[in-house]
């Protein structure tokens, strides 16, 4: 058997196959991003999945996307912790970017972009994905992203910038005090995902004028700070893989067209284009 994962920051979703391709189930863990959860606790994680455990000793390969593994460090990490699971299987760890290339190509060269809990952006030309700029990360990057969404959602409310409607009714759905804030701040293994957590009340509320330039902001930002720097970034599609993108996908058009892009596919989860894409180049190469 193989296991195929798409690993973000909020989850990762699992694919089992057997070597003919043929799939037995898919599951979801937790996200393992190196660059937020503690290294130890990816292995209790997979281990608390039980139809991951049922088959861990079947699996052969396991190939992981995820977030944070653009560090060879990171991809490290994750190794090390799946092998003490997947104990007779052969472990590569990619970045995130790589699943998102293979899952939105189309057969000709692109810009292709993650919008989920974090964001990010590369090239690809079908064979070779090249990256002009760093992922800063949580802190100081990941713009257009849910937990940068939620960041400034957060930050509205307590600075009062919301409109009463909406600060009434956040105040009511979250319960939301200061000392919470901090603690999940500061002391959350994942408080990416926490903060990713309340993009969810703008989803719910995207019709409202006020989240309409709240949400266009974020997204020209993404924009401006992680698209605009290459050089095809006029000459290529753009296709996006992530919750955001999707969600907002008609405000994320329209603030495209400002900047003359063309916006090509848009896709919520790839894992499915994903197992597809080991299908057919992957598989053949395991087989005897």
């Not at 193989?2 to 990762?12: F, L, M, W």
């Not at 190794?79 to 760890?93: D, L, M, P």
């Not at 700070?225 to 006029?234: A, D, N, S, T, W």
Request: proline share 5%; net charge negative.
């Amino acid at each position: 058997m193989i296991a195929i994962v798409d690993g973000g920051s909020t989850k990762c979703d699992w694919v089992i196959l057997e070597h003919d391709g043929k799939e037995v189930f898919k599951t979801e863990t937790i996200g393992f991003n190196p660059n937020i959860i503690s290294p130890e606790l990816i292995a209790p994680e997979v281990e608390n999945n039980k139809a991951l455990m049922s088959v861990a000793s079947d699996i052969k390969h396991v190939f992981f996307y995820g977030s944070g593994c653009g560090l060879q460090k990171n991809r490290e990490i994750v190794q090390k912790e799946f092998i003490k699971v997947f104990k007779n299987a052969y472990v590569t760890a990619k970045e995130d970017l790589v699943a998102a290339a293979y899952a939105a190509y189309r057969g000709y060269p692109e810009i292709v972009c993650i919008l989920g809990t974090g964001s990010n952006s590369c090239y690809f030309d079908g064979e070779k994905l090249r990256t002009e700029l760093p992922s800063l990360g949580f802190l100081i990057g990941d713009e257009g992203s849910g937990s940068s969404l939620g960041k400034q959602l957060v930050r509205h409310f307590f600075m009062k910038k919301l409109p009463p409607d909406l600060h009434n009714q956040f105040a009511e759905i979250y319960q939301l005090n200061i000392e919470d804030l901090l603690q999940n701040m500061y002391h959350n293994p994942r408080v990416n995902a926490y903060f990713a957590d309340f993009t969810r009340f703008i989803v719910d509320r995207k019709t409202h004028p006020y989240f309409q330039q709240f949400v266009y902001k974020e997204l020209r930002n993404f924009l401006e700070f992680q698209v605009l720097p290459y050089k095809e970034c006029r000459s290529s599609e753009l296709n996006f893989i992530g919750s955001i993108a999707y969600f907002f996908e008609d405000i994320l058009r329209a603030v495209a067209a400002e900047f003359h892009f063309t916006v090509g596919d848009i896709v919520q989860r790839p894992i499915e284009s994903l197992v597809n894409y080991h299908r057919d180049y992957i598989l053949p190469k395991l087989l005897p």
